[in-house]
């Protein structure tokens, strides 16, 4: 027989992983904010003298087709994705959050119907929704969020409104009703700080599958559109040449790469935390 | 089994008649979009035919494609050709846009169906080991495997593998061929991400199933491990198995229209691709509305199926 791990040494363990993953993450963020002061030169200035030039001391990943500098428009891809995708999930969470509070809270008819769209919106590849939305709007950031948040809130407007819903019984909810305290005041004060948690551990695991989407669809030119710097738009846009300047691919791919892996691992590392939590 | 399968029958009925309302709901949502969208078909229509576009050509254009008419007329109608078989003509080309999707479906299920045998057989066996030996090395490697595979954005994959396959090594074409060397780097492209989601999934799956207290009477009975997982732990999560793989439908839809557009191979996610360019919205809103049907249909015959295999399923829907 294996002699099991105590249980104290894995839970240390698994703070570990979340407080690695956690700088991981903050290094990233704050490589996105201070990208400005980072870059080597000026990520948008093209130059033809120096079209496709091999990594080198000035360009460190080189320069593109239009002789602009690879690791400065990766620097500020950082910006553009993780930018976007925070803002997207935030959005997503207060949107679905909202719906899913007066949902669980009141039911009735308005919980029938918002309830029937969010199945809706889950009976359908959400890849599919999000290319054909983002297509017939015509691409751009915008268009892009729309396309991937018609899906997303619904994850955040079940979770919450499940908690609400059993929360709704509970003595001291109805103590706060006697007390004379209003539906949208209980639903603030006394509902939403129970579900915070469940609904933060969705958020960042919904941050990696929001960073492929934002990446896919501006891969495709529905997305973030060139000049601005952003991962999958460079990726597109120098994959003709790869040939000739491999390095114009494959940094922003690297970049890509690493920053899902460290959000999906945070994402992962906090899951197992909480399910660990439950089972003891 | 004897009282639960009309049950099921209830079950598959009742989910049938909720799937075309949701798919007439959506017709009516995708119509609307098509409806507020910005960009003129008619103009762009025009201007890729090399014609100088006058106000005049321009409004007999919009005419002639029945732009003008009021949104519920078009709708209605659109629906009721929809609902014979006839998703009108292209934009682009005047080609009857039922042709063209059936063309590109046919391609694209080559592809996803690739696809989906390679996830699946590289999938269990690893799941599998990598569930019964828990927290061995094996296991160990197959969650850091599985783990990277699962975070790749696949039209990453697509375009690293192309350019060591196709470009450094010079093994594989570049472009998708009918042949199988030219479809494996588009199946690979979408399966590996998938594959890696499987085994996480089987993974979880079977962990849960061997904690069940059905192993531990089994195993204090003496009956040989291989047997219980096998005939026990394997045949109880087929179900689930089944469940997911019919959700990965909707995965292998998304992905097939990145991968398609990379390696140019001629199916219904390319198709849509150059149409939304084309803002060729008959064959985008056909193509919307296929995949729903598909996805949903797929997933109802998965329902059944998990209910056959595995009864105690239906206690947990709904």
Redesign the interface.
């Known amino acids: 027989m294996k002699i099991k791990r105590s249980v104290s040494d894995q839970r240390k363990k698994q703070r570990y992983r979340i407080i690695a993953a956690s700088a991981a993450a903050v290094i990233l963020i704050a490589v996105a904010l201070l990208a400005p002061m980072l870059s080597p030169n000026d990520p948008y200035r093209t130059n033809s003298a120096i079209i496709r030039h091999a990594p080198c001391a000035a360009y460190p990943f080189g320069t593109d087709n239009l002789g602009r500098c690879v690791l400065s428009r990766v620097l500020m891809g950082a910006r553009t994705t993780i930018a976007v995708t925070f803002f997207l999930v935030a959005v997503s969470f207060v949107i679905g959050t909202a719906i899913g509070l007066l949902c669980g809270y009141y039911g009735g008819r308005i919980d029938d119907l918002l309830m029937r769209v969010a199945?809706?919106m889950l009976?359908?590849?959400?890849?599919?929704?999000?290319?054909?939305?983002a297509?017939?709007?015509?691409g751009g950031i915008a268009g892009a969020m729309t396309a991937l948040g018609i899906t997303m809130w619904t994850g955040f407007a079940r979770l919450s409104r499940s908690h609400a819903r059993t929360l709704r019984g509970m003595p001291y909810i109805q103590a706060a009703l006697l007390s004379g305290k209003s539906g949208p005041y209980i639903m603030l004060h006394h509902i939403l700080p129970n579900v915070l948690e469940p609904l933060l551990t969705n958020a960042l695991t919904q941050i990696?599958t929001t960073m492929?989407g934002i990446?896919?669809l501006s891969?495709?030119?529905?997305g973030i559109v060139p000049p601005q710097a952003e991962w999958?738009s460079m990726?597109?846009e120098s994959?003709a040449y790869?040939?000739i300047a491999?390095w114009a691919?494959?940094f922003p791919?690297l970049a890509?790469?690493l920053t899902?892996?460290v959000f999906?691992?945070l994402g992962?590392a906090v899951m197992e935390y909480r399910m660990a939590e439950r089972h003891t | 089994m004897k009282r639960s399968a009309p049950l099921l029958l209830r079950r598959a009925v009742k989910r049938a008649a909720e799937l075309i309302i949701i798919l007439i709901i959506l017709s009516f949502l995708v119509f609307a979009l098509m409806y507020a969208a910005p960009g003129d078909p008619a103009e762009k229509r025009l201007t890729s035919q090399g014609i100088v576009v006058t106000k005049e050509i321009l409004q007999a254009e919009r005419e002639r494609l029945g732009l003008l008419r009021p949104f519920f007329v078009r709708y209605g109608e659109w629906l009721g050709s929809i609902a014979r078989g006839d998703f009108g003509v292209s934009f682009k080309d005047d080609m009857p846009v039922a042709g063209k999707l059936a063309a590109g479906l046919k391609n694209t299920l080559i592809l996803s169906s690739l696809s989906l045998l390679i996830s699946l057989a590289a999938a269990l066996p690893l799941g599998i080991v990598s569930a019964v030996r828990q927290d061995g090395p094996a296991d160990h490697l197959i969650r850091v495997v599985s783990f990277v595979g699962n975070s790749l954005p696949n039209f990453l994959i697509s375009v690293l593998l192309m350019y060591f396959f196709c470009i450094r090594l010079k093994l594989l074409p570049v472009i998708a061929s009918g042949n199988l060397r030219g479809l494996l780097l588009p199946a690979l492209s979408l399966a590996i991400p998938l594959a890696s989601r499987f085994v996480r999934q089987i993974r979880s799956e079977l962990i849960g199933e061997l904690q069940e207290e059905y192993v531990t009477g089994l195993r204090a009975r003496g009956v040989r491990e291989r047997y219980v997982i096998w005939k026990n732990v394997l045949y109880n999560s087929l179900g689930h198995i089944v469940t997911m793989a019919a959700l990965a439908v909707g995965t292998l839809m998304g992905g097939s229209v990145v991968i398609e557009t990379v390696f140019r191979w001629p199916g219904i996610g390319k198709l849509v691709m150059d149409s939304i360019n084309a803002r060729d919205y008959p064959v985008i809103m056909g193509f919307v509305l296929i995949m729903g049907t598909i996805y949903m249909g797929v997933n109802l015959l998965a329902d059944v199926i998990a209910g056959i295999l595995d009864p105690r399923i239906l206690n947990t829907q709904k």
């Open positions: 199945d809706i009976a359908f590849p959400q890849m599919v929704i999000a290319i054909a939305v297509g017939i709007l015509g990696g492929i990446s896919g891969f495709l030119g529905l999958g990726i597109s994959r790869i040939q491999p691919v494959l791919a890509t790469i899902i892996l999906n691992y992962d």
